[in-house]
Protein backbone atom coordinates (compact mmCIF):
# COMPACT_ATOMS: atom_id res chain seq x y z
CA UNK A 1 0.00 0.00 0.00
CA UNK A 2 1.37 3.74 -0.72
CA UNK A 3 2.01 6.01 1.67
CA UNK A 4 -1.08 7.67 -0.04
CA UNK A 5 -3.74 5.37 -0.09
CA UNK A 6 -2.34 4.37 3.36
CA UNK A 7 -3.07 7.95 4.93
CA UNK A 8 -6.43 8.27 3.24
CA UNK A 9 -7.62 4.87 3.72
CA UNK A 10 -11.29 4.24 4.74
CA UNK A 11 -11.07 4.46 8.52
CA UNK A 12 -12.09 1.21 10.53
CA UNK A 13 -15.35 -0.46 10.56
CA UNK A 14 -17.98 1.82 13.30
CA UNK A 15 -15.76 4.80 13.40
CA UNK A 16 -16.73 8.22 12.19
CA UNK A 17 -14.42 9.66 9.34
CA UNK A 18 -14.35 13.16 11.42
CA UNK A 19 -13.36 11.13 14.48
CA UNK A 20 -10.36 9.70 12.38
CA UNK A 21 -6.73 10.86 14.21
CA UNK A 22 -3.71 10.77 12.64
CA UNK A 23 -0.92 9.95 15.30
CA UNK A 24 2.28 11.56 14.71
CA UNK A 25 5.30 9.67 16.28
CA UNK A 26 9.31 9.92 16.42
CA UNK A 27 11.56 6.91 17.17
CA UNK A 28 8.37 5.48 19.60
CA UNK A 29 5.10 3.82 18.65
CA UNK A 30 4.89 1.28 17.36
CA UNK A 31 8.58 0.40 16.40
CA UNK A 32 9.92 0.98 20.29
CA UNK A 33 9.08 0.54 23.62
CA UNK A 34 9.69 3.24 26.10
CA UNK A 35 6.94 5.56 28.27
CA UNK A 36 5.61 7.91 25.08
CA UNK A 37 5.10 4.52 23.36
CA UNK A 38 2.80 2.99 26.30
CA UNK A 39 0.90 6.30 26.54
CA UNK A 40 0.27 5.74 22.64
CA UNK A 41 -1.03 2.43 23.06
CA UNK A 42 -3.20 3.00 26.16
CA UNK A 43 -4.78 6.06 23.96
CA UNK A 44 -5.74 3.80 20.58
CA UNK A 45 -7.12 0.82 22.96
CA UNK A 46 -8.84 3.55 25.37
CA UNK A 47 -10.98 4.91 22.39
CA UNK A 48 -11.31 1.12 20.21
CA UNK A 49 -14.42 3.11 18.19
CA UNK A 50 -12.36 5.76 17.37
CA UNK A 51 -10.03 5.38 13.98
CA UNK A 52 -6.53 6.06 14.34
CA UNK A 53 -3.50 6.41 11.43
CA UNK A 54 0.12 6.20 12.11
CA UNK A 55 2.96 8.28 10.66
CA UNK A 56 5.83 6.89 12.30
CA UNK A 57 9.43 8.71 11.89
CA UNK A 58 12.09 5.60 12.59
CA UNK A 59 15.54 5.13 12.30
CA UNK A 60 16.26 2.95 8.78
CA UNK A 61 12.90 1.89 7.87
CA UNK A 62 13.72 -2.01 8.64
CA UNK A 63 12.04 -1.69 12.41
CA UNK A 64 9.85 -4.70 13.87
CA UNK A 65 6.68 -3.49 15.57
CA UNK A 66 7.57 -3.33 19.05
CA UNK A 67 3.29 -3.56 19.65
CA UNK A 68 0.62 -5.04 18.16
CA UNK A 69 -1.91 -2.98 16.77
CA UNK A 70 -5.38 -3.28 18.01
CA UNK A 71 -8.04 -3.18 15.04
CA UNK A 72 -9.09 0.54 15.57
CA UNK A 73 -5.23 1.49 14.15
CA UNK A 74 -5.91 1.29 10.46
CA UNK A 75 -2.63 1.44 9.20
CA UNK A 76 1.12 2.92 9.85
CA UNK A 77 3.58 4.94 7.62
CA UNK A 78 6.74 3.98 8.43
CA UNK A 79 9.24 7.46 7.34
CA UNK A 80 13.18 6.26 7.57
CA UNK A 81 15.36 9.20 8.54
CA UNK A 82 18.34 7.48 7.94
CA UNK A 83 17.40 4.89 5.40
CA UNK A 84 18.45 4.90 2.07
CA UNK A 85 18.96 8.51 0.00
CA UNK A 86 15.30 9.11 -1.40
CA UNK A 87 15.32 8.68 -5.06
CA UNK A 88 14.95 11.77 -7.17
CA UNK A 89 16.54 13.91 -9.41
CA UNK A 90 18.08 17.64 -8.74
CA UNK A 91 16.21 20.69 -9.66
CA UNK A 92 18.33 22.45 -12.87
CA UNK A 93 18.67 25.47 -14.36
CA UNK A 94 16.29 28.23 -13.44
CA UNK A 95 14.00 25.68 -11.13
CA UNK A 96 17.79 25.06 -9.45
CA UNK A 97 18.18 28.80 -9.35
CA UNK A 98 14.90 29.53 -7.06
CA UNK A 99 15.77 26.60 -5.19
CA UNK A 100 19.03 28.07 -3.84
CA UNK A 101 17.46 31.39 -3.27
CA UNK A 102 15.14 29.51 -1.17
CA UNK A 103 17.63 27.51 0.37
CA UNK A 104 19.62 30.63 1.24
CA UNK A 105 16.77 32.32 2.85
CA UNK A 106 15.90 29.67 5.39
CA UNK A 107 19.68 28.97 6.67
CA UNK A 108 19.87 33.19 7.44
CA UNK A 109 16.86 32.15 9.66
CA UNK A 110 18.71 29.72 11.38
CA UNK A 111 21.74 31.56 11.96
CA UNK A 112 20.11 34.91 12.97
CA UNK A 113 18.18 34.79 15.90
CA UNK A 114 17.77 38.28 16.69
CA UNK A 115 16.59 38.68 13.32
CA UNK A 116 12.74 40.53 13.78
CA UNK A 117 11.85 38.02 10.36
CA UNK A 118 13.27 34.84 11.42
CA UNK A 119 10.47 32.99 12.49
CA UNK A 120 8.83 33.91 8.91
CA UNK A 121 11.64 33.44 7.00
CA UNK A 122 12.04 29.99 8.46
CA UNK A 123 8.07 28.85 7.62
CA UNK A 124 8.05 30.36 4.15
CA UNK A 125 10.71 28.27 3.55
CA UNK A 126 9.82 25.14 5.36
CA UNK A 127 6.90 24.97 2.89
CA UNK A 128 8.46 25.91 -0.09
CA UNK A 129 11.03 23.22 0.61
CA UNK A 130 8.43 20.88 1.49
CA UNK A 131 6.94 21.45 -1.86
CA UNK A 132 10.22 20.46 -3.54
CA UNK A 133 10.41 16.93 -1.08
CA UNK A 134 6.43 16.16 -2.23
CA UNK A 135 8.24 16.58 -5.70
CA UNK A 136 11.17 14.20 -4.76
CA UNK A 137 13.91 17.12 -5.34
CA UNK A 138 14.83 18.15 -1.78
CA UNK A 139 17.55 15.78 -0.80
CA UNK A 140 19.13 15.52 -4.17
CA UNK A 141 19.20 19.40 -4.68
CA UNK A 142 20.83 20.15 -1.22
CA UNK A 143 23.44 17.55 -1.80
CA UNK A 144 24.44 19.39 -4.89
CA UNK A 145 27.94 21.21 -4.93
CA UNK A 146 25.74 24.41 -5.27
CA UNK A 147 23.94 24.11 -2.17
CA UNK A 148 26.71 23.33 -0.36
CA UNK A 149 28.66 26.46 -1.60
CA UNK A 150 25.41 28.81 -0.27
CA UNK A 151 25.44 27.18 3.25
CA UNK A 152 29.43 28.36 3.39
CA UNK A 153 28.68 31.76 1.65
CA UNK A 154 25.69 32.20 4.73
CA UNK A 155 28.31 31.15 7.17
CA UNK A 156 30.81 33.26 6.41
CA UNK A 157 28.89 36.45 6.02
CA UNK A 158 30.63 38.93 8.52
CA UNK A 159 27.65 39.07 10.82
CA UNK A 160 26.71 35.90 11.23
CA UNK A 161 27.95 35.13 14.73
CA UNK A 162 29.68 31.45 13.32
CA UNK A 163 31.88 32.69 11.16
CA UNK A 164 34.35 33.30 13.87
CA UNK A 165 34.79 29.77 13.96
CA UNK A 166 36.07 29.28 10.52
CA UNK A 167 33.50 26.88 9.11
CA UNK A 168 35.15 24.27 6.78
CA UNK A 169 34.12 22.28 4.24
CA UNK A 170 33.63 19.28 7.02
CA UNK A 171 31.44 21.41 9.14
CA UNK A 172 29.30 21.67 5.36
CA UNK A 173 29.54 18.44 4.34
CA UNK A 174 27.70 17.14 8.27
CA UNK A 175 25.48 20.05 8.62
CA UNK A 176 24.14 19.47 5.28
CA UNK A 177 23.90 15.73 5.91
CA UNK A 178 22.21 16.36 9.55
CA UNK A 179 19.76 18.54 7.84
CA UNK A 180 18.71 16.19 5.32
CA UNK A 181 17.90 13.62 6.97
CA UNK A 182 15.74 16.08 9.49
CA UNK A 183 14.02 16.83 6.72
CA UNK A 184 13.06 13.74 5.41
CA UNK A 185 9.57 13.77 7.18
CA UNK A 186 8.55 16.64 4.46
CA UNK A 187 8.04 13.90 2.00
CA UNK A 188 4.54 12.30 3.81
CA UNK A 189 1.64 12.86 2.00
CA UNK A 190 -0.01 14.98 5.01
CA UNK A 191 -3.25 13.65 5.92
CA UNK A 192 -6.30 15.19 5.16
CA UNK A 193 -9.23 15.60 7.58
CA UNK A 194 -9.61 14.14 11.42
CA UNK A 195 -7.10 15.07 13.38
CA UNK A 196 -3.60 15.22 13.25
CA UNK A 197 -1.82 14.69 17.07
CA UNK A 198 1.69 15.22 17.08
CA UNK A 199 2.43 13.16 20.40
CA UNK A 200 6.07 14.87 20.44
CA UNK A 201 7.45 18.21 19.38
CA UNK A 202 10.19 18.81 16.82
CA UNK A 203 10.26 16.22 13.90
CA UNK A 204 7.15 14.06 13.98
CA UNK A 205 5.10 17.54 14.06
CA UNK A 206 6.36 18.35 10.43
CA UNK A 207 3.57 15.74 8.84
CA UNK A 208 1.27 17.71 10.96
CA UNK A 209 2.11 21.15 9.86
CA UNK A 210 2.04 20.16 6.62
CA UNK A 211 -1.33 18.75 6.74
CA UNK A 212 -2.52 21.75 8.22
CA UNK A 213 -1.14 24.21 5.98
CA UNK A 214 -2.24 22.20 2.74
CA UNK A 215 -5.35 21.00 3.98
CA UNK A 216 -6.21 22.99 7.31
CA UNK A 217 -5.93 19.82 9.20
CA UNK A 218 -6.40 20.74 12.69
CA UNK A 219 -2.39 19.60 14.51
CA UNK A 220 -2.65 18.67 18.46
CA UNK A 221 1.17 18.75 19.83
CA UNK A 222 1.31 17.41 22.91
CA UNK A 223 4.44 17.14 24.88
CA UNK A 224 5.80 14.93 27.16
CA UNK A 225 9.25 16.13 27.61
CA UNK A 226 10.40 19.31 26.23
CA UNK A 227 11.70 18.26 22.97
CA UNK A 228 13.54 21.53 22.19
CA UNK A 229 14.88 21.51 26.02
CA UNK A 230 16.47 17.85 24.87
CA UNK A 231 17.88 18.63 22.09
CA UNK A 232 19.85 22.07 23.65
CA UNK A 233 20.98 19.19 25.94
CA UNK A 234 21.94 16.76 23.32
CA UNK A 235 23.53 18.80 21.62
CA UNK A 236 25.86 20.92 24.35
CA UNK A 237 27.72 17.39 24.63
CA UNK A 238 28.00 16.33 20.76
CA UNK A 239 31.12 16.04 18.84
CA UNK A 240 30.05 18.31 16.43
CA UNK A 241 31.93 22.09 15.98
CA UNK A 242 29.77 25.26 16.50
CA UNK A 243 29.08 26.36 13.17
CA UNK A 244 27.21 22.71 12.97
CA UNK A 245 25.63 22.95 16.40
CA UNK A 246 24.17 26.55 15.88
CA UNK A 247 22.65 25.20 12.47
CA UNK A 248 20.91 22.38 14.06
CA UNK A 249 20.08 24.06 17.19
CA UNK A 250 18.57 27.57 15.15
CA UNK A 251 16.85 24.86 13.15
CA UNK A 252 14.95 23.07 16.23
CA UNK A 253 14.55 26.48 17.95
CA UNK A 254 12.31 27.79 14.79
CA UNK A 255 10.66 24.47 14.03
CA UNK A 256 9.03 24.23 18.00
CA UNK A 257 7.92 28.02 17.24
CA UNK A 258 6.16 27.26 14.22
CA UNK A 259 4.55 24.29 15.71
CA UNK A 260 3.65 26.17 18.91
CA UNK A 261 1.85 28.94 16.40
CA UNK A 262 -0.14 26.40 14.01
CA UNK A 263 -1.28 24.02 17.23
CA UNK A 264 -4.95 24.22 17.59
CA UNK A 265 -4.59 23.10 20.57
CA UNK A 266 -0.81 22.23 23.16
CA UNK A 267 -1.52 19.58 25.64
CA UNK A 268 1.77 19.30 27.71
CA UNK A 269 2.28 16.23 30.17
CA UNK A 270 3.09 18.87 32.70
CA UNK A 271 2.89 22.33 34.29
CA UNK A 272 7.07 22.61 33.81
CA UNK A 273 6.74 21.52 30.04
CA UNK A 274 3.90 24.74 29.91
CA UNK A 275 6.49 27.48 30.81
CA UNK A 276 8.50 26.33 27.98
CA UNK A 277 5.70 26.66 25.19
CA UNK A 278 4.44 30.14 26.23
CA UNK A 279 8.22 31.38 26.26
CA UNK A 280 7.92 29.60 22.55
CA UNK A 281 4.89 32.07 21.70
CA UNK A 282 2.11 29.50 22.49
CA UNK A 283 -0.76 32.12 23.65
CA UNK A 284 -2.31 30.28 27.26
CA UNK A 285 -5.43 29.63 26.34
CA UNK A 286 -4.25 26.90 23.46
CA UNK A 287 -2.65 24.97 26.41
CA UNK A 288 -3.85 22.41 28.59
CA UNK A 289 -2.09 20.41 30.80
CA UNK A 290 -3.27 16.40 30.92
CA UNK A 291 -1.48 14.35 33.14
CA UNK A 292 -0.60 10.60 31.82
CA UNK A 293 -2.77 8.24 33.88
CA UNK A 294 -2.36 4.38 34.76
CA UNK A 295 -5.25 2.28 35.89
CA UNK A 296 -4.93 1.50 39.36
CA UNK A 297 -6.19 -1.66 39.18
CA UNK A 298 -3.29 -2.98 36.65
CA UNK A 299 -1.06 -1.66 39.30
CA UNK A 300 -2.16 -3.06 42.99
CA UNK A 301 0.02 -2.98 45.85
CA UNK A 302 3.17 -4.55 45.27
CA UNK A 303 3.12 -6.89 48.19
CA UNK A 304 6.40 -7.83 50.33
CA UNK A 305 9.39 -6.05 50.45
CA UNK A 306 13.01 -7.90 49.53
CA UNK A 307 14.37 -9.27 52.48
CA UNK A 308 18.19 -7.14 51.90
CA UNK A 309 18.07 -3.68 51.22
CA UNK A 310 17.16 -2.98 47.58
CA UNK A 311 17.08 -0.12 45.44
CA UNK A 312 15.35 -0.31 41.69
CA UNK A 313 15.26 1.41 38.52
CA UNK A 314 13.07 0.80 35.20
CA UNK A 315 13.26 2.46 31.95
CA UNK A 316 15.15 2.70 29.09
CA UNK A 317 19.18 2.11 29.64
CA UNK A 318 19.62 5.87 28.08
CA UNK A 319 22.43 8.71 28.53
CA UNK A 320 18.78 11.44 29.71
CA UNK A 321 18.23 9.11 32.19
CA UNK A 322 21.36 9.37 34.06
CA UNK A 323 22.18 5.94 35.49
CA UNK A 324 25.83 7.01 36.40
CA UNK A 325 24.31 9.11 38.82
CA UNK A 326 22.49 6.44 40.27
CA UNK A 327 24.94 4.30 40.35
CA UNK A 328 27.36 6.81 42.22
CA UNK A 329 24.44 7.48 44.70
CA UNK A 330 24.37 3.60 44.84
CA UNK A 331 27.95 3.08 45.63
CA UNK A 332 27.66 5.72 48.49
CA UNK A 333 24.72 3.57 49.98
CA UNK A 334 27.06 0.68 49.67
CA UNK A 335 29.65 2.64 52.01
CA UNK A 336 26.44 2.66 54.96
CA UNK A 337 24.70 -0.63 53.44
CA UNK A 338 27.09 -2.66 52.50
CA UNK A 339 24.23 -5.76 51.86
CA UNK A 340 22.34 -3.25 49.49
CA UNK A 341 21.58 -3.81 45.78
CA UNK A 342 20.81 -2.02 43.06
CA UNK A 343 18.62 -4.09 40.21
CA UNK A 344 18.25 -2.01 36.70
CA UNK A 345 15.55 -3.09 34.63
CA UNK A 346 14.99 -1.94 31.15
CA UNK A 347 16.32 -2.74 27.70
CA UNK A 348 19.09 -0.82 25.68
CA UNK A 349 17.91 0.65 22.66
CA UNK A 350 20.05 0.13 19.34
CA UNK A 351 22.99 2.21 19.69
CA UNK A 352 22.74 2.87 23.31
CA UNK A 353 25.22 -0.14 23.95
CA UNK A 354 28.48 1.93 24.63
CA UNK A 355 26.35 3.53 27.41
CA UNK A 356 25.51 0.39 29.28
CA UNK A 357 28.91 -0.77 28.86
CA UNK A 358 30.26 3.16 30.42
CA UNK A 359 28.05 2.22 33.20
CA UNK A 360 29.06 -1.03 33.68
CA UNK A 361 32.32 -0.31 34.22
CA UNK A 362 31.38 2.88 36.76
CA UNK A 363 30.00 -0.11 38.84
CA UNK A 364 33.20 -2.09 38.56
CA UNK A 365 35.40 1.24 38.89
CA UNK A 366 33.02 2.41 42.22
CA UNK A 367 33.59 -1.91 43.42
CA UNK A 368 29.92 -2.28 42.79
CA UNK A 369 29.66 -4.77 40.31
CA UNK A 370 28.77 -7.29 41.58
CA UNK A 371 25.61 -5.91 43.49
CA UNK A 372 24.68 -3.56 40.31
CA UNK A 373 22.53 -6.03 37.78
CA UNK A 374 21.38 -4.98 34.66
CA UNK A 375 17.90 -7.19 34.03
CA UNK A 376 17.28 -6.02 31.04
CA UNK A 377 14.14 -6.00 29.48
CA UNK A 378 11.59 -7.88 32.21
CA UNK A 379 7.48 -8.90 30.74
CA UNK A 380 5.83 -7.58 33.76
CA UNK A 381 6.89 -4.14 34.85
CA UNK A 382 5.70 -4.75 37.81
CA UNK A 383 8.20 -7.04 39.17
CA UNK A 384 10.73 -4.35 38.82
CA UNK A 385 8.75 -1.76 41.56
CA UNK A 386 8.30 -5.02 43.56
CA UNK A 387 11.94 -5.90 43.52
CA UNK A 388 12.40 -3.13 45.59
CA UNK A 389 12.08 -1.64 49.03
CA UNK A 390 12.41 1.99 46.86
CA UNK A 391 12.11 2.86 43.28
CA UNK A 392 15.03 5.53 41.89
CA UNK A 393 14.45 8.01 38.94
CA UNK A 394 17.58 9.83 38.27
CA UNK A 395 16.99 11.51 34.99
CA UNK A 396 18.36 14.70 33.84
CA UNK A 397 14.89 15.32 31.79
CA UNK A 398 11.26 13.80 31.75
CA UNK A 399 8.04 14.54 31.40
CA UNK A 400 5.35 13.07 33.89
CA UNK A 401 7.59 9.38 33.65
CA UNK A 402 4.91 6.45 33.56
CA UNK A 403 7.65 4.40 35.67
CA UNK A 404 7.26 6.85 38.62
CA UNK A 405 3.24 6.88 38.69
CA UNK A 406 3.22 3.39 38.11
CA UNK A 407 5.78 2.92 41.18
CA UNK A 408 3.27 5.00 43.12
CA UNK A 409 0.03 3.28 41.67
CA UNK A 410 2.07 -0.37 43.66
CA UNK A 411 2.33 1.65 47.02
CA UNK A 412 6.34 1.79 46.52
CA UNK A 413 8.27 4.48 48.30
CA UNK A 414 10.23 6.39 45.89
CA UNK A 415 13.00 9.16 45.13
CA UNK A 416 13.41 11.04 42.19
CA UNK A 417 15.39 13.91 40.49
CA UNK A 418 13.85 17.17 40.50
CA UNK A 419 13.16 17.49 36.43
CA UNK A 420 9.90 18.10 34.54
CA UNK A 421 6.65 17.00 36.07
CA UNK A 422 8.30 15.01 38.68
CA UNK A 423 7.35 16.98 41.47
CA UNK A 424 3.75 17.58 40.17
CA UNK A 425 3.52 13.55 39.96
CA UNK A 426 4.61 12.92 44.01
CA UNK A 427 3.86 15.71 45.81
CA UNK A 428 4.24 14.91 49.28
CA UNK A 429 4.94 11.06 48.94
CA UNK A 430 7.83 10.73 47.85
CA UNK A 431 11.10 12.59 48.27
CA UNK A 432 13.00 14.61 45.29
CA UNK A 433 16.58 15.66 44.78
CA UNK A 434 18.47 18.21 42.75
CA UNK A 435 19.58 16.22 38.94
CA UNK A 436 23.14 15.17 38.71
CA UNK A 437 23.63 15.19 42.81
CA UNK A 438 24.62 11.46 43.50
CA UNK A 439 25.40 12.41 47.13
CA UNK A 440 21.80 14.18 47.41
CA UNK A 441 19.92 11.13 46.10
CA UNK A 442 21.93 8.64 48.15
CA UNK A 443 21.31 10.69 51.81
CA UNK A 444 17.41 9.86 50.21
CA UNK A 445 17.62 6.48 49.70
CA UNK A 446 19.23 5.81 52.93
CA UNK A 447 16.49 8.06 54.74
CA UNK A 448 14.42 5.10 53.30
CA UNK A 449 15.89 2.63 53.38
CA UNK A 450 16.65 3.08 57.38
CA UNK A 451 12.77 3.80 58.04
CA UNK A 452 10.32 1.02 57.09
CA UNK A 453 7.58 2.54 58.68
CA UNK A 454 7.69 5.75 56.86
CA UNK A 455 8.51 4.01 53.74
CA UNK A 456 5.05 2.24 54.10
CA UNK A 457 2.83 5.11 54.98
CA UNK A 458 4.56 7.02 51.51
CA UNK A 459 4.11 4.03 49.11
CA UNK A 460 0.15 4.24 50.75
CA UNK A 461 -0.37 7.83 50.49
CA UNK A 462 1.79 7.55 46.74
CA UNK A 463 -1.10 4.97 45.52
CA UNK A 464 -4.27 7.60 47.33
CA UNK A 465 -2.36 9.83 45.06
CA UNK A 466 -2.52 8.36 41.75
CA UNK A 467 -6.17 7.15 42.39
CA UNK A 468 -7.24 10.26 42.65
CA UNK A 469 -5.61 12.25 40.41
CA UNK A 470 -3.56 10.34 37.82
CA UNK A 471 -5.96 7.56 36.35
CA UNK A 472 -5.62 6.37 32.79
CA UNK A 473 -9.72 6.50 32.40
CA UNK A 474 -9.28 10.50 33.32
CA UNK A 475 -6.55 10.87 30.44
CA UNK A 476 -8.69 9.04 28.08
CA UNK A 477 -11.91 10.98 28.58
CA UNK A 478 -9.76 14.27 28.06
CA UNK A 479 -8.25 13.45 24.89
CA UNK A 480 -11.75 12.00 23.90
CA UNK A 481 -13.02 15.51 24.13
CA UNK A 482 -10.47 17.01 22.69
CA UNK A 483 -10.86 15.31 19.60
CA UNK A 484 -13.89 15.62 18.90
CA UNK A 485 -13.67 19.25 20.24
CA UNK A 486 -11.08 19.68 17.00
CA UNK A 487 -12.57 17.62 14.22
CA UNK A 488 -16.03 19.80 14.99
CA UNK A 489 -14.01 23.00 14.57
CA UNK A 490 -14.69 24.10 17.80
CA UNK A 491 -12.24 26.21 18.51
CA UNK A 492 -9.62 25.59 21.25
CA UNK A 493 -9.95 29.44 22.64
CA UNK A 494 -12.50 29.30 24.17
CA UNK A 495 -11.80 28.30 27.98
CA UNK A 496 -9.05 29.27 29.90
CA UNK A 497 -7.49 25.86 31.94
CA UNK A 498 -6.34 27.28 35.33
CA UNK A 499 -3.01 25.38 35.41
CA UNK A 500 -1.62 28.17 37.61
CA UNK A 501 1.07 30.93 36.34
CA UNK A 502 4.07 29.05 37.63
CA UNK A 503 6.90 31.20 38.49
CA UNK A 504 8.98 31.85 35.50
CA UNK A 505 12.69 32.64 37.08
CA UNK A 506 13.95 28.84 37.09
CA UNK A 507 12.71 28.78 33.75
CA UNK A 508 14.61 31.86 32.72
CA UNK A 509 17.97 30.86 34.47
CA UNK A 510 17.64 27.21 32.70
CA UNK A 511 17.52 28.85 28.99
CA UNK A 512 20.10 31.53 30.03
CA UNK A 513 22.74 28.60 30.22
CA UNK A 514 21.54 27.12 27.26
CA UNK A 515 21.64 30.71 25.85
CA UNK A 516 18.15 31.25 24.47
CA UNK A 517 16.11 33.85 24.44
CA UNK A 518 12.81 35.30 24.54
CA UNK A 519 10.59 34.90 21.41
CA UNK A 520 11.27 38.46 19.80
CA UNK A 521 14.71 39.34 21.89
CA UNK A 522 16.94 41.38 20.24
CA UNK A 523 20.57 39.16 19.84
Do not use: M
Given at each position: MSTRELLHAVPPPGTDDQAVVTLLTEGTYPHQHGGVSVWCDQLVRGMPDVGFRVVAITGTGQEAFAWELPPNVGGVVSVPLWGPVPDGRAP???????FLGTYERFLLSLLEPG???????????LYALAARARKGELSAAMRTEEALRTL??????????????????????TATELLEHALRPLSVVPPEGGVAHAVSGGLAALPGLMAHQLHGTPLLLTEHGVYLRERYLGYRTGGYRWPVKSLLLGFFRLLARETYARAALVTPGNRYNRRWEEHGGTEPDRIRT??????????????PEP?????????????????ETLIRAFALVREELPQARLRLFGGTPRGGEAYRE?????????GTGDSVVFEGRVEDIRDAYAAGNVVM???????????LIEAMSCGRATVSTDVGGVREAVGDTGLVVPPREPREMARAALELLRDPSRRVLMGEAARLRVIEQFTLRQ????????????????????????DGAADGRELQQELAVHGVRRAGEAG
Open positions: RGRRLRRSPTAGEDFADGTAVWNRPHIAVAAARPTLHDALVYNGVDPGAFPPAGELPTLTWAGRVDPIKDLRCQALAEELLSSISEGFPFTTIDTFRGIYGELAAGSGTGRERYA
